[in-house]
């Protein structure tokens, strides 16, 4: 009789894994602003775990408007960076990420950037469609300036001031949930971003109380 010491393999069908990963996170307080021909960018001093052996950035600049850009990254020790020869009228995303002893962290991403415009003017005919009680879509005019919007809001019952968060919108119109308790209590406005470079307000609008709430 033949005789199997060894115990038998067992597969996982179902594992789990918790990461740990040694990257640092990606730089706060980017900024980023339009040349005629490039892009100027700069960026703060990441902060948390695994900073202290931060050797270098990478600097990753993407075009948007050409369908299946090759997206370049530049390395470098400093905190700023100037891409140049980029193409005039077309948007970049732009992120950077650290490089440490474990390699590439997450990139952070700044705002967007049309190259070789200025301050874009502000949105026009911003309009707002309630589709539930809680629920909003927004949509307005831009403009080929513009790489990008921000949507700052205000309840019109409590007295607070208008804000916006960092989150920069591609497109012309943007979908608002979870506005209690009623997408009537509250105000809207945009602004147009080019980098550092933004706009005035647009027109405000209030939300209408849908249909039977």
């Known amino acids: 009789m033949l005789r199997n010491d060894h115990a038998p393999h067992r597969s996982c069908l179902t594992c789990t894994a918790t990461a740990r990963p040694k990257t640092a996170a990606g730089p706060v307080g980017i900024v980023t602003r339009p040349t005629a021909t490039g892009i100027d960018f700069a960026w703060g001093t990441p902060t948390g775990p695994y900073t202290d052996s931060i050797d270098r950035y990478g600097v990753i600049a993407y075009d948007r408007d050409t369908p299946g850009a090759f997206v370049e990254t530049v390395g ?10 980029l193409k005039p ?23 967007p950037v049309v190259v070789g415009a200025g301050t874009p003017p502000a949105p026009t005919g911003l309009k707002v469609v309630s ?3 809680t629920t909003v879509q927004l949509s307005w005019k831009g403009s080929a300036q513009a790489a990008g919007y921000r949507v700052w809001i205000r309840n019109i019952n409590n007295g607070s001031q208008s804000a916006a968060d960092e989150s920069v919108i591609s497109e012309t119109n943007h979908g608002i949930a979870f506005l209690v308790p009623g997408a009537w209590n509250y105000e809207f406005c945009m602004t147009a971003v080019n980098g550092a470079l933004e706009s005035g307000k ?12």
């Open 89 to 111: 009228g077309h948007r970049y995303t732009l992120a950077v990420q650290t490089w440490n002893r474990a390699g590439g962290g997450l990139p952070a991403v700044g705002r």
């Open 202 to 213: 647009s027109n405000c609008v209030v939300a209408p109380r849908p249909a039977g709430s």
């Open 76 to 85: 470098t020790r400093n905190k700023s960076l100037h891409f140049d020869g």
């Open 131 to 133: 589709t539930d009680a």
